[in-house]
Nanobody
């Protein structure tokens, strides 16, 4: 059974940076695409970035050019480097497989962008 543990969130000023990590247990991590999701206050959880098993990446327009998703298959870990953060990036960030292949959700990590 796959378990996901997100970390690295915090309070940051607008324009700042954070690096999120997601450690996954279980075998075959490298075989699956992974994604980062964001749930803003009072809104649904949305997929914002994905990385394939071959490290091809995709982003929603709102984070393109500011966020970078990557993975380290040797460590069963996926990362999200977030630069030039904006108040609208505030939310709980989760990792998981893309829709249709998701496993149980982790607890997420809170990111708050505020001055």
């Amino acid at each position: 059974q796959v378990q996901l543990v997100e970390s690295g969130g915090g309070l940051v000023q607008p324009g700042g940076s954070l690096r999120l990590s997601c450690a996954a247990s279980g075998r075959l991590f490298s075989h699956y695409s992974m994604g980062w999701y964001r749930q803003a206050p009072g809104k649904q959880r949305d997929l914002i970035a994905t990385v394939s098993s071959s490290s091809t990446t995709n982003y929603v327009d709102s984070v393109k050019g500011r966020f970078t998703i990557s993975r380290d298959n040797a460590k069963n870990t996926v990362y999200l480097q977030m630069n030039s953060l904006k108040p609208e990036d505030t939310g709980v960030y989760y990792c998981n497989r893309p829709p249709g292949r998701q496993v149980d959700w982790g607890q997420g990590t809170q990111v708050t962008v505020s001055s």
